[in-house]
């Protein structure tokens, strides 16, 4: 269930995933809007992969963090790339005092790489932060078996919960 935290209260492993996501966040393309945001995967080997938004003079191009993390993933060959690792853990960070929850299109690929289980975890600069689950995000979210008719017809995809 989705719980409103603050960031004294995490335990380490998510104080070092939202400082990932931070970290990440710095590098953020954003003239457009001014809003930097990171995210960091955490994957079930230990390892992390982060992106921050970029944006575009079209606007409509715009990347969010969440996505060009997980588009790194795949780039990586990890998590819902040719390895088989697996998101356990997702931190977004926005260097803003209230918390930035992911946008309906970040929801969609989070529910394609990882599991309705996975733990995404929303922080804001200030201390403030939500817990939830990518199937608390995004109930109900058609998913790689609902096209792949639960075969492995493609070149790799995730699981759904
Ligand atoms: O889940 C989200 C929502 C928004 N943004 C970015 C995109 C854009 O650069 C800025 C304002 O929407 O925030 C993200 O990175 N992730």
């Given at each position: 269930m989705t719980k409103d935290v603050t960031?004294?209260?995490?335990?380490p492993e998510g104080r070092a995933l939202v400082e990932a996501a931070r970290a990440v966040s710095a590098?953020?393309?954003?003239?457009?809007?001014?809003l930097r945001v990171g995210a960091a995967l955490l994957l079930d080997d230990g390892r992390t992969v982060t992106g921050c938004n970029v944006e575009n003079a079209?606007?409509?191009?715009t990347m969010c963090a969440e996505r060009v993390a997980l588009g790194a993933s795949v780039a990586l060959g990890l998590a819902g790339g040719q390895d088989s690792s697996r998101i356990v853990r997702v931190a977004v960070f926005c260097d803003r005092a209230e918390v930035l929850m992911p946008c309906g299109a970040c929801r969609q690929v989070l529910a394609e790489f990882a599991e309705g289980t996975t733990e995404v975890l929303c922080a804001s600069a200030e201390g403030p932060a939500r817990i939830t689950t990518v199937g608390e995000l995004l109930p109900d979210a058609i998913g790689p078996r609902d096209v792949l008719g639960g075969g492995t017809g493609g070149a790799s995809a995730g699981e759904q919960d």
């Amino acid at each position: 269930m989705t719980k409103d935290v603050t960031l004294d209260g995490l335990d380490p492993e998510g104080r070092a995933l939202v400082e990932a996501a931070r970290a990440v966040s710095a590098r953020a393309y954003s003239p457009y809007s001014a809003l930097r945001v990171g995210a960091a995967l955490l994957l079930d080997d230990g390892r992390t992969v982060t992106g921050c938004n970029v944006e575009n003079a079209s606007y409509g191009l715009t990347m969010c963090a969440e996505r060009v993390a997980l588009g790194a993933s795949v780039a990586l060959g990890l998590a819902g790339g040719q390895d088989s690792s697996r998101i356990v853990r997702v931190a977004v960070f926005c260097d803003r005092a209230e918390v930035l929850m992911p946008c309906g299109a970040c929801r969609q690929v989070l529910a394609e790489f990882a599991e309705g289980t996975t733990e995404v975890l929303c922080a804001s600069a200030e201390g403030p932060a939500r817990i939830t689950t990518v199937g608390e995000l995004l109930p109900d979210a058609i998913g790689p078996r609902d096209v792949l008719g639960g075969g492995t017809g493609g070149a790799s995809a995730g699981e759904q919960d």
